[in-house]
């Protein structure tokens, strides 16, 4: 991981850089898209690193999750797939949601985990409920945030139309309920102290009480 995804994404800023991405005739600044690269490759190198230094640790679940979800973001905007698919904005959208319902779901069990005994989600269904509404409000509160950008810079973030976060909004919702449903799986053959056990931040197990 420390080797691999960074050095494979810079291979993607050296495809860029010699004019070859497909995102360029798409429209996208060659600026931006080198930049792209740059950042994902940094975030590639910095987990691993902190996973090593015993800093941050996350189950490896999740991890795969998050590179799969960066991995596409690099490739669809050097590639042009945001223009030449229309329904990948939306598949991208979904895997999106699932990386911020699993986060949710990590803080939830930790919630749990650490909650005074008669402080509880009720049942494993009372958990992944309040997973799914807190997910989906991420959703709903990220379009608000594009619609008070453009009131406040006068640039058009909502130009493509109500149709355009109508879909948004529906990948958002589909990606919640995947990870819900992954996330219910998961509780059916372990505990939410289980969970919480795999989360490592600082030199210490958070589940040993930090």
Known sequence: ????????????????????????????????????CILWAIVMTVLPIF??????????????????????????????????LL??????????????AAIIF???????????????????GGLIAVL????????????IMEGMTGILTGVDYMSYGTLHTMGNLTADLIGAVIMSAIAWAMLSTRDAKDIASKIRLGKKNIDAGI
Do not use: K, N
């Open 132 to 143: 799914l509404i807190a997910a989906l409000s991420f959703g709903a509160i990220w379009e």
């Open 51 to 84: 996973r090593l230094a015993r800093l941050i640790s996350l189950p490896y679940w999740f991890l795969l999750l998050v590179y799969a979800d960066m991995y596409l973001f690099v490739i669809t905007l050097c590639e042009g797939l945001y223009f030449d």
């Open 1 to 36: 991981m420390l080797i691999v995804c960074p050095l494979s994404v810079m291979l993607m800023f050296v495809y860029v850089t010699l004019g070859y991405a497909r995102g360029l005739a798409a429209g996208h600044p060659m600026e931006y898209l080198q930049m792209t």
């Open 87 to 100: 329904w990948w904005p939306d598949f991208t959208h979904v895997i999106s949601s699932m990386v911020i």
């Open 106 to 124: 990590m803080a939830l069990c930790l919630m749990q985990t650490h909650s005074p005994p008669h402080v509880t989600f009720g049942s494993r």
